[in-house]
């Protein structure tokens, strides 16, 4: 996988727009510095939101040309951000919606944070429940049972569900390798064209953005 600030600009890539969702100190950041291949490392809450792409090739056997840019939105869980947040839910293929497995609040507003991605993004979102902080399990306890996860997983009809630990990087590849291939698989008719779309959206900002740098 490669990680970048750009896009690979060709007829046989895909550009996929995914978002990781949750509550303040949930986890989110060093889950996405273990995905793009960096060291865990004890961070600051993240503010506002911040992106950046990851290329992968080999998505598909019977296409081995294809590949995904995967635009990966970080998003702040404190409250004077979640309008922001939210806004960049628009659009997205997937969600990583993210809680602390040893914080029982963090598992409750996930009622907050799935009806924001349900009332801001498309039917086709493809969503992961994901369980961090695995590892303090046994230092400072269990708070959300395995069954409770699995119950909200049923009822909300959610794509996938997985416990891991960025700290120890258990977990942590195998689950986005099953969830970036979910959303391929899910919405493989589709994708041209959003591709598509998205460029033109992108090619656009970067037309105005020039206009304004060289006007006057």
Same mark, same amino acid.
């Given at each position: 996988?490669?990680?970048?600030r *750009?896009?690979?600009? &060709?007829d046989n890539?895909l550009? @996929?727009?995914?978002?990781?969702?949750?509550?303040?100190n949930?986890?989110?950041?060093?889950?996405?510095r273990?995905?793009?291949?960096? *060291?865990?490392?004890?961070?600051?809450?993240?503010?506002g939101?911040?992106?950046?792409?990851?290329?992968?090739?080999? @998505? *598909?056997n &019977?296409?081995p040309?294809? !590949?995904?840019?995967i635009?990966i939105w970080?998003?702040s869980?404190?409250e004077?951000?979640?309008?922001?947040t !939210?806004?960049?839910?628009?659009g997205?293929d997937?969600a990583?919606?993210v809680? &602390?497995?040893?914080?029982?609040?963090?598992f409750k507003?996930?009622?907050f944070?799935?009806?924001? @991605?349900?009332n801001?993004? &498309?039917? *086709?979102i493809?969503?992961?429940l994901?369980?961090n902080?695995?590892?303090?399990?046994?230092?400072e306890?269990?708070?959300?049972?395995?069954?409770?996860a699995i119950?909200?997983?049923?009822?909300? #009809?959610?794509?996938?569900?997985?416990?891991?630990?960025?700290?120890?990087?258990?977990?942590i590849?195998?689950?986005f390798?099953?969830f970036y291939t979910? @959303?391929?698989?899910? #919405?493989?008719?589709?994708?041209?064209e959003?591709?598509r779309?998205?460029?033109?959206?992108?090619?656009?900002?970067i037309?105005?953005k020039?206009k304004? !740098?060289f006007?006057?």
């Amino acid at each position: 996988m490669e990680v970048t600030r *750009d896009i690979k600009k &060709d007829d046989n890539n895909l550009l @996929i727009k995914i978002v990781v969702i949750g509550d303040v100190n949930v986890g989110k950041t060093n889950i996405i510095r273990r995905i793009i291949g960096e *060291d865990f490392k004890e961070m600051e809450a993240t503010i506002g939101v911040e992106f950046m792409y990851l290329n992968i090739k080999n @998505i *598909d056997n &019977d296409d081995p040309n294809k !590949t995904l840019s995967i635009q990966i939105w970080d998003t702040s869980g404190a409250e004077r951000y979640r309008a922001i947040t !939210t806004s960049h839910i628009r659009g997205a293929d997937g969600a990583y919606l993210v809680y &602390d497995v040893t914080s029982e609040m963090s598992f409750k507003n996930l009622n907050f944070w799935y009806e924001s @991605i349900k009332n801001s993004a &498309d039917n *086709d979102i493809v969503i992961y429940l994901i369980g961090n902080k695995s590892d303090l399990i046994y230092e400072e306890g269990r708070m959300v049972n395995k069954q409770e996860a699995i119950n909200f997983v049923r009822t909300n #009809n959610i794509q996938g569900y997985a416990e891991c630990s960025a700290k120890t990087n258990e977990n942590i590849l195998e689950t986005f390798r099953l969830f970036y291939t979910s @959303i391929y698989k899910k #919405n493989k008719t589709k994708l041209l064209e959003k591709t598509r779309k998205r460029m033109e959206k992108m090619q656009a900002q970067i037309n105005q953005k020039n206009k304004e !740098t060289f006007c006057c």
